[in-house]
């Protein structure tokens, strides 16, 4: 059984940063894409950014591309996502999700709260 939970939201300031993770279990970690994905109050979820298994190929949204990085960490079976420049905007609970073909992810957290203040 495949199973992702994620930590590191908070409550931060417009401009501040934050790095949320995302750590999986119960399956082969290097073959997976993993992403993160955002539903803000009242708005559909979105996609945020996504890596490729093995290789390592990241995809962002164009609204955080340049403000946040997603990253591996397969010895600890760990995905991070490092928001910087964080604005009201990105206020949304944070979702990590894993995929074995990169275009439907199976696989869901319960996700993790964010909350900027301008």
């Known amino acids: 059984q495949v199973q992702v939970a994620e930590s590191g939201g908070g409550l931060v300031q417009a401009g501040g940063s934050l790095r949320l993770a995302c750590t999986a279990s119960g399956h082969t970690f290097i073959n997976y894409y993993m992403g993160w994905f955002r539903r803000a109050p009242g708005k559909e979820r979105e996609f945020v950014a996504s890596?490729?298994?093995?290789?390592?190929?990241?995809t962002y949204a164009d609204s955080v591309k340049d403000r946040f990085t997603i990253s591996r960490d397969s010895a600890k079976n760990t995905v991070y996502l490092q928001m910087n420049s964080l604005k009201p905007e990105d206020t949304a609970t944070y979702y990590c999700?894993?995929?074995?073909?990169?275009?439907?992810?199976?696989?869901w957290g319960q996700g993790t709260q964010v909350a900027v203040s301008s």
């Open positions: 999700a894993a995929s074995r073909t990169g275009t439907t992810f199976d696989y």
């Open positions: 890596i490729k298994g093995s290789i390592g190929g990241r």
